[in-house]
C-alpha cells in the first residue's frame, strides 16, 4: 500500500525538534503490527521509528493529563493508541526507546501529540530489548 493510501495523522503540537512530522502517515514494519515508521507527508525522507510498548515493554502504561485528553478530542471511552519512539543505535542490540514520552493517538480522529509524562522516572533511553545474563 503507497503512503498517499495510508490514513494521516495529524499533531496538534509540534513534535520537539521534528516540525516537519506534523502530518504524516504510520506504516507497519513487521506482521505482528509492533514496529511502525511514522513518516512524514511534507517532508517523505522524515521519519521516526516507534513501536507499540505491549510488544516490548508489557508492564508499560502511561498517564493521560486532562489537557491531552482536550487536545486529542478524546471522548467516552476512547484509549489513544499509544506508541513509544526507538533509536536504532548501530542495531537491535543498542535500540533504545523513550519511555518518558510516548506519542499518543486518537484512532478516531488521528488526532496525535507527544505527551511528556509529568512526575515520573521512566527512561528516556530504556534498552529495547533486554540482555541475556
Not at 59 to 84: R, W
Not at 122 to 133: E, I, V, W
Request: hydrophobic fraction near 50%.
Amino acid at each position: 500500500m503507497a503512503d498517499e493510501d495510508l490514513p494521516v495523522i495529524s499533531f496538534v503540537e509540534d513534535v520537539p525538534g521534528l516540525p516537519g512530522l506534523a502530518r504524516c502517515v504510520l506504516v507497519a514494519l513487521d506482521d505482528d503490527a509492533s514496529v511502525f515508521a511514522l513518516r512524514s507527508i511534507v517532508d517523505p525522507d522524515l521519519r521516526l521509528l516507534v513501536v507499540a510498548p505491549g510488544a516490548f515493554f508489557p508492564d508499560y502504561s502511561t498517564e493521560v493529563a486532562d489537557e491531552i485528553v482536550d487536545l486529542l478530542d478524546l471522548s467516552g471511552d476512547d484509549q489513544p493508541l499509544v506508541l513509544l519512539v526507538v533509536n536504532p543505535g548501530a542495531g537491535l542490540t543498542e535500540a533504545t526507546a523513550n519511555l518518558a514520552a510516548p506519542i499518543l493517538v486518537n484512532p478516531r480522529t488521528r488526532r496525535a501529540v507527544q505527551a511528556l509524562q509529568a512526575d515520573s522516572d521512566l527512561p528516556l533511553r530504556a534498552p529495547l530489548l533486554a540482555t541475556a545474563s
